[in-house]
């Protein structure tokens, strides 16, 4: 089968940063699916994984870590899906990737993709609805439906996980959304995703916080650069209030700094449930089934704003460049072989 992938951790400038490859179809076990791939989305985890991750001696490595495609094959346990069913999920970091014209993924954290949506449209949406509604739901506590009185402060509301959490937030909670971004058309683009407020991460939170009539916020989402944000974050947190985060700080974080308001800080990675085989890995098929629900009615639209075709070496590596340019405005997606 067609695979993209890599012998050597490599700077995207480099030709063989990634390469076409040529590789055994894989063979699913017990609980999986063997999806054939139509669109795969590509994200920082991507990139991270591609600049770090050494692959083992003769074994090259698939990244990839959102994808939608049609059954081929199951394993044994496999509930839930037929041969031909179109399915939408993020796959496991822990195993090799989707870009390939193959690939296996546990039944249990896939879900049928949205009707409605085209492939492309669809592989952008697994890995940030997910992180997404974990960040929301479990790590920052909001019940849905809730949220009144409330504040969610989303720093770096332009990328891939913001555009969907504002619209998860707007949609499912009563909470005031509040977007952070810096360039004209990232602040139109979370206008555009239904945040009530945008302001500029590159000025003063708390003025401009306080120019909305919000002297403070009850949940902070950290998407980005939070050790650059941290002491700003802090200041603008109110008392008993949640931080979480998604993002690698370069530098440590002052955790005494919350003890004076007793704020709690909060990690989200949605690797986390398929990484560990946690007791509850099946919410996240769930919580994908709810999302393309919410996709074929309108409440949720997709994040991507640029597509490139073939899945191939090339295409990837344009990918990978336009994310590590710090740039981007919601989800690049690559289709086809």
Same mark, same amino acid.
């Given at each position: 089968?067609?695979?993209?992938?890599?012998?050597?951790?490599?700077?995207?400038?480099?030709?063989?940063?990634?390469?076409?490859?040529?590789?055994?179809?894989?063979?699913?076990?017990?609980?999986?699916?063997?999806?054939?791939?139509?669109?795969?989305?590509?994200?920082?985890?991507?990139?991270?994984?591609?600049?770090?991750?050494?692959?083992?001696?003769?074994?090259?490595?698939?990244?990839?870590?959102?994808?939608?495609? &049609?059954?081929?094959?199951?394993?044994?346990?496999?509930?839930?899906?037929?041969?031909?069913?179109?399915?939408?999920?993020?796959?496991?970091?822990?195993?090799?990737?989707?870009?390939?014209?193959?690939?296996?993924?546990?039944?249990?954290?896939?879900?049928?993709?949205?009707?409605?949506?085209?492939?492309?449209?669809?592989?952008?949406?697994?890995? &940030?609805?997910?992180?997404?509604?974990?960040?929301?739901?479990?790590?920052?506590?909001?019940?849905?439906?809730?949220?009144?009185?409330?504040?969610?402060?989303?720093?770096?509301?332009?990328?891939?996980?913001?555009?969907?959490?504002?619209?998860?937030?707007?949609?499912?909670?009563?909470?005031?959304?509040?977007?952070?971004?810096?360039?004209?058309?990232?602040?139109?683009?979370?206008?555009?995703?239904?945040?009530?407020?945008?302001?500029?991460? &590159?000025?003063?939170?708390?003025?401009?916080?306080?120019?909305?009539?919000?002297?403070?916020?009850?949940?902070?989402?950290?998407?980005?650069?939070?050790?650059?944000?941290?002491?700003?974050?802090?200041?603008?947190?109110?008392?008993?209030?949640?931080?979480?985060?998604?993002?690698?700080?370069?530098?440590?974080?002052?955790?005494?700094?919350?003890?004076?308001?007793?704020?709690?800080?909060?990690?989200?990675?949605?690797?986390?449930?398929?990484?560990?085989?946690?007791?509850?890995?099946?919410?996240?098929?769930?919580?994908?089934?709810?999302?393309?629900?919410?996709?074929?009615?309108?409440?949720?639209?997709?994040?991507?704003?640029?597509?490139?075709?073939?899945?191939?070496?090339?295409?990837?590596?344009?990918?990978?460049?336009?994310?590590?340019?710090?740039?981007?405005?919601?989800?690049?997606?690559?289709?086809?072989?």
């Amino acid at each position: 089968m067609k695979a993209v992938g890599y012998h050597q951790a490599l700077p995207i400038t480099h030709p063989e940063a990634l390469l076409d490859l040529e590789l055994p179809a894989p063979t699913p076990g017990p609980r999986d699916l063997l999806v054939r791939v139509a669109a795969v989305s590509v994200n920082p985890v991507d990139t991270k994984v591609r600049k770090s991750r050494q692959p083992q001696a003769g074994q090259p490595e698939v990244l990839g870590w959102d994808a939608v495609g &049609t059954v081929e094959g199951l394993g044994t346990e496999v509930q839930g899906f037929a041969i031909g069913d179109r399915v939408y999920y993020a796959g496991a970091i822990n195993r090799p990737g989707a870009n390939a014209e193959l690939h296996l993924v546990d039944h249990r954290i896939a879900a049928h993709a949205p009707a409605r949506l085209s492939d492309a449209e669809a592989a952008a949406l697994p890995l &940030t609805a997910i992180t997404a509604w974990e960040l929301l739901f479990s790590r920052l506590g909001v019940a849905e439906g809730g949220g009144a009185g409330q504040q969610l402060l989303v720093m770096g509301a332009a990328g891939g996980v913001g555009s969907i959490l504002v619209q998860l937030a707007r949609q499912l909670t009563q909470l005031t959304v509040i977007g952070t971004a810096s360039r004209p058309e990232t602040q139109a683009w979370v206008k555009a995703q239904g945040a009530h407020h945008v302001i500029d991460h &590159t000025q003063p939170l708390r003025a401009q916080l306080a120019a909305l009539g919000v002297p403070e916020v009850s949940h902070i989402a950290s998407l980005t650069h939070t050790d650059v944000h941290w002491n700003a974050l802090v200041d603008v947190a109110a008392p008993q209030g949640r931080i979480a985060l998604i993002d690698d700080p370069d530098q440590p974080l002052d955790v005494m700094a919350l003890k004076r308001k007793s704020l709690s800080l909060h990690w989200e990675l949605m690797f986390t449930r398929s990484l560990f085989g946690t007791p509850d890995i099946a919410e996240q098929g769930r919580l994908l089934a709810r999302v393309a629900q919410l996709a074929d009615a309108g409440q949720v639209r997709t994040t991507v704003t640029r597509e490139l075709s073939p899945i191939n070496a090339q295409q990837l590596r344009l990918a990978h460049a336009e994310l590590e340019s710090g740039r981007m405005r919601g989800k690049l997606v690559v289709s086809g072989f």
